[in-house]
């Protein structure tokens, strides 16, 4: 059965897409789409406080989905020689044939076919490695208990390319570095919990230790190696901090998709158009806003991202329903695939939030499992500190907190003016009011 594709013939990879739709429905598929993805790393790596690595890797994916009577099949290889390609469309014929019917498969509909590109598509190794040299020497001057588990520092360049049947072509080019950093602190029998942070540039203007978050939490780290346990249980204030705020709104916004969505799980089903939230937060998917570094241009399903505002001033706005999440619930598309979120600033500084505590703690960390149907959420708090009448006491060990997603949403106290930009969100501190603490 493979054998009959092996005339399958591309020279220019940037080709690929359109190609394999033309053949996909050469072969008697409907309707088809394909993206390519290719993807370049320059990796620079830290073993045991020293430079280690620097390498260069090449990834290639190909996905392929074809709809004959309304049957889907998709399929994805890594590879895009003539064989492998043949091959794949076999398999995918088999695949849509052994599928059920379901008139929610569609693809997406003729739009203008354009091109994006941003960030630099070459990395400056020399200035890659100098950016991590004055890093390591200055950790090693300033942070001398501070031990790292992994430092990386890479520059990716993607090129992506989407086709569809219905003549919709997209084509888009994004690079950028990262910077990731794992570690703990160790002051003599006294090692703290591990951290990790990670940031995004489309530059490396400025030194690594400049960035904020980076700051922020290695001092955290060095504070941490002595803790305290709390006692008993009590109701309080916990303020989150924008890099764990970032996991409550994946959290919040995986209510908001396909599968939730579609099963009736979600617990905002339907709350579109009602509030969900204190007014004071808006919460926004910005792919291709020119203020963060990481973004895209176009959705998996063959759509232009567009900037969205799911949560407007505590109304819910919108849902993220793909393509297919939109038909099988009569609902609207999203304008984006989410990710990118930015949350407006408010109206209190950070330590006049802190100020305002008689009693909770500020959240660095969190470790739990995905709330409950009804919005129930608890975990761990890590790497976190005891605050009281107004001042953070100390930090504190392995903390339980517990509440309901919808309640804290709702219990907004106070929103910073201040926000942290990590390349991939804007996120402020928020503090919750009503959380139970637990501690031994």
């Known amino acids: 059965m493979h054998d009959k594709h092996r005339w399958f013939k591309i020279t ?6 359109e190609s394999c739709v033309n053949a996909l429905i050469e072969a008697g598929i409907e309707k088809a789409s394909t993206t390519l993805i290719l993807t370049r790393k320059h990796e620079l790596n830290v073993e045991s406080g020293r430079i280690s690595l620097l390498r260069t890797t090449d990834d290639v994916e190909l996905h392929m989905m074809g709809i004959t009577d309304q049957r889907m099949g998709t399929t994805s290889i890594n590879k895009t020689d003539s064989f492998s390609i043949g091959k794949a469309i076999s398999e995918l014929e088999v695949l849509i044939d052994s599928s059920d019917s379901d008139p929610a498969n569609e693809i997406a509909e003729k739009q203008p ?3 994006f590109s941003r960030g630099p598509e070459k990395p400056d190794v020399f200035l890659m490695y100098s950016r991590m040299k ?28 989407y086709s569809n049947s219905n003549g919709v072509y997209f084509k888009s080019l994004r690079g950028g570095y990262d910077f990731l950093v794992m570690f703990t602190s160790k002051e003599g029998i006294n090692t703290s919990s591990f951290n990790y942070v990670s940031v995004s540039t489309e530059n490396l203007s400025s030194d690594l230790h400049e960035f904020e978050t980076v700051k922020r939490t290695i001092k955290q780290s060095l504070e941490q190696t002595v803790t305290e346990n709390l006692t008993g249980s009590f109701i309080g204030d916990v303020i989150v901090t924008p890099e764990c705020m970032e996991d409550f709104v994946s959290i919040i ?26 007014e004071r937060l808006s919460l926004h998917s910005k792919p291709v806003s020119d203020k963060l570094a990481v973004g895209y241009f ?6 232009k991202a567009e900037n969205s505002t799911l949560i407007d001033k505590g109304v819910l706005n919108s849902f993220l329903l793909s393509l297919y999440g939109s038909r099988k619930t009569g609902k609207e598309k999203a304008l984006n695939m989410g990710y990118c979120y930015v949350i407006d600033s408010g109206a209190f500084p950070l330590d006049e939030m802190v100020k305002s505590i008689e009693k909770g703690i500020l959240l660095c960390r969190f470790s739990g499992g995905y709330p409950s149907s009804n919005g129930d959420l608890s975990g761990v708090a890590k790497n976190s500190y005891y605050i009281e009448n107004g001042e953070i006491k100390y930090p504190i060990s392995e903390t339980m907190i517990a509440g309901n997603l919808r309640d804290m949403l709702e219990s907004i106290k106070h929103i910073s003016m201040e926000r942290v930009n990590n390349g991939d969100s804007i996120i402020p501190w928020i503090t919750f009011s009503g959380i139970t603490i637990s501690g031994k």
């Open 253 to 278: 916004t995986g209510y908001l998709r396909d599968y939730h969505l579609m099963d009736g799980t979600s617990i905002f089903k339907d709350s579109l158009g009602k509030i969900i939230a204190n």
């Open 134 to 161: 004055v890093f390591l020497e200055l950790c090693k001057a300033e942070y001398p208990t501070l031990i790292f588990e992994q430092v990386i520092l890479n520059h990716t360049v993607k090129h992506r390319w």
């Open 12 to 17: 220019d990879k940037s080709k690929v897409s």
């Open 298 to 303: 176009f959705t998996e399903d063959g759509y």
């Open 113 to 115: 076919q354009e091109s």
